[in-house]
């Protein structure tokens, strides 16, 4: 879909082509055809690179894609300065598997665009295809990637997401960015939920979507419930998302903070759901512990992009 956006934006026929399109002359309409429903093309693009190879599909397929790629780095190399301070943050849990990326582009507008949010799902499930390769001993495994890791990864295809972020800045025609990612697998009696906010009402589960907002949290937790409570469940990583607590907290090391509102440790803040009680309580009362967790906030500043900025303001002051 991408390359075919691209291509049909910056390959635009003239008039004069159209009007001489009314036959397809020296082709074969089978392989035009055949041409046109295995890459979604234009009747124009494909009857073009038809003609510059001799009606041969197999070759004609190859060169409509590497225009398609050309135009788009092109266009990513022009905008490559411009700002990214918009974007999504991805969601996909997947059995015991699970993944939260962070995509970045100009604008709101295309934050919401359907083609931007099918490019923050393509990311996340190569974050997965990934984590499906990894085998551990242990309860819980956890891998981030940055932005150059993740442009560097290779599709089934062979191309890498770098190539194909070049082709969606090509096919939005805004700067856009990968920039991080994280991905869980936990084993034995280890579970995994995940949450992106704002999230639509009256979803029954997402397991095996790819939720997108501003905001996502990934959970670990441990249950000796034999039935799921997805909207329990569900309520954690929202007062994750919600009270941003930097540990999940130790009765016996940590006390609760004496203002409710300056409380970090998620044990002991107060419940979202039910402000009568502390998520300790609640967690409690469903049997279920909280292992690991960690919330992204779409253009948040890591650590790293705090280096970035130092070493941006002494190279300047220098």
């Not at 934050?111 to 490019?119: M, V, W």
Request: with cysteine.
């Amino acid at each position: 879909m991408l390359f075919q956006k691209i291509f049909t934006r910056a390959l635009h026929s003239t008039r004069q082509l159209y009007a001489g399109a009314g036959g397809t002359g020296g082709l074969e309409k089978s392989a035009l055809a055949a041409l046109r429903k295995k890459t979604g093309y234009t009747f124009a693009n494909c009857k073009k690179a038809l003609e510059k190879h001799n009606n041969d599909v197999g070759l004609a397929e190859k060169w409509l894609h590497e225009q398609a790629q050309s135009l788009g780095w092109t266009k990513a190399t022009k905008l490559a300065d411009r700002a990214t301070a918009q974007g999504l943050i991805g969601v996909l849990i997947r059995g015991n598997r699970g993944a939260m990326v962070e995509l970045n582009c100009e604008t709101d507008f295309v934050a919401r665009n359907d083609t931007f949010k099918r490019f923050v799902d393509h990311v996340a499930c190569m974050c997965l295809h990934y984590t499906d390769l990894t085998d551990f001993d242990g309860d819980l495994w956890k891998l981030g990637f940055d932005a150059d890791a993740l442009k560097n990864l290779r599709t089934e295809e062979g191309r890498t997401l770098g190539d194909h972020l070049a082709l969606l800045i090509g096919a939005i025609g805004e700067n856009a960015s990968i920039r991080r990612a994280l991905c869980f697998k936990v084993n034995n009696d280890l579970k995994l939920v995940g949450y992106a906010h704002p999230a639509p009402t009256n979803v029954g589960t997402t397991e095996g979507i790819t939720q997108v907002g501003k905001y996502g949290a990934i959970v670990a937790y441990r249950s000796t419930h034999k039935l799921l409570d997805f909207e329990f469940h569900k309520s954690i990583c929202q007062q994750i998302v919600g009270m941003k607590p930097v540990k999940i907290g130790e009765y016996d090391k940590d006390k609760p903070a004496e203002n409710k509102d300056d409380e970090t440790c998620l044990i002991h803040q107060e419940y979202l759901l039910d402000a009568d009680k502390t998520v300790g309580e609640v967690l409690q009362e469903h049997n279920c512990e909280v292992v690991d967790y960690h919330r992204f906030e779409c253009g948040e500043q890591t650590e790293r992009s705090l280096e970035a900025i130092i070493r941006s303001q002494h190279q300047s002051s220098n």
